[in-house]
T-cell receptor, first 109, second 114 residues
Framework: GIQVEQSPPDLILQEGANSTLRCNFSDSVNNLQWFHQNPWGQLINLFY???GTKQNGRLSATTVATERYSLLYISSSQTTDSGVYFCAGVSRGSYKLIFGSGTRLLVRP | KAGVTQTPRYLIKTRGQQVTLSCSPI?????VSWYQQTPGQGLQFLFE???????NKGNFPGRFSGRQFSNSRSEMNVSTLELGDSALYLCASSTDSMNTGELFFGEGSRLTVL
């Protein structure tokens, strides 16, 4: 089945720093999304980005579908950005939503 | 508008019991999909329902089942609970299909099996 690899698995930043999270897919996917899981477990939508670039405040994302990867940029990080970031996409072959293993981010004050 | 609502939020069961979890999608959304999250396996797809029909199913045993009602609300049931079923169960809704639309998740139901 399709594999979704996220890097880095863990990231520690000082408040104010910038970071880039990466998501690689082993095959083509539909509906690529980025989520932030809050401490209570809810997955919060960040971006729905099958292709192209989007920005929302300090966050932006870019998906290059032809090369099967997506990037999430966090600028001027804040302690509230801490948590786990997941990317997910629907496998075109099996029509199942596949999640990456996540990037655990800790932003220190 | 209201988001995806899952009930109950927390529950504790013992091995061998069964459990039913509920998910009310965003108004107008017709697709509901379910996911299991455990520390060891991460987030895994369980199944998707659309217009009261199961459209896709993940690799879980038959103890895991679900259904969808005419108002798009969905329930999932786990019978003969095992310790390994302890997990956070998340549901998501989308307007048409999880294959073509943006997904919105509920807060989850955290199940502990003793």
């Amino acid at each position: 089945g399709i594999q979704v690899e996220q890097s880095p698995p863990d990231l520690i930043l000082q408040e104010g720093a910038n970071s880039t999270l990466r998501c690689n897919f082993s095959d083509s996917v539909n509906n690529l999304q980025w989520f932030h899981q809050n401490p209570w477990g809810q997955l919060i939508n960040l971006f729905y980005i099958p292709s192209g670039t989007k920005q929302n405040g300090r966050l932006s994302a870019t998906t290059v579908a032809t090369e099967r990867y997506s990037l999430l940029y966090i600028s001027s990080s804040q302690t509230t950005d801490s948590g786990v970031y997941f990317c997910a996409g629907v496998s075109r072959g099996s029509y199942k939503l596949i999640f990456g293993s996540g990037t655990r981010l800790l932003v220190r004050p | 508008k209201a988001g995806v609502t899952q009930t109950p939020r927390y529950l504790i069961k013992t091995r061998g019991q069964q459990v039913t979890l509920s998910c009310s999608p965003i108004s107008g959304h017709r697709s509901v999909s379910w996911y299991q999250q455990t520390p060891g396996q991460g987030l895994q797809f369980l199944f998707e329902y659309f217009s009261e029909t199961q459209r896709n199913k993940g690799n879980f045993p038959g103890r895991f089942s679900g259904r969808q009602f005419s108002n798009s609300r969905s329930e999932m049931n786990v019978s003969t609970l095992e310790l390994g079923d302890s997990a956070l169960y998340l549901c998501a809704s989308s307007t048409d299909s999880m294959n073509t639309g943006e997904l919105f998740f509920g807060e989850g139901s955290r199940l502990t099996v003793l």
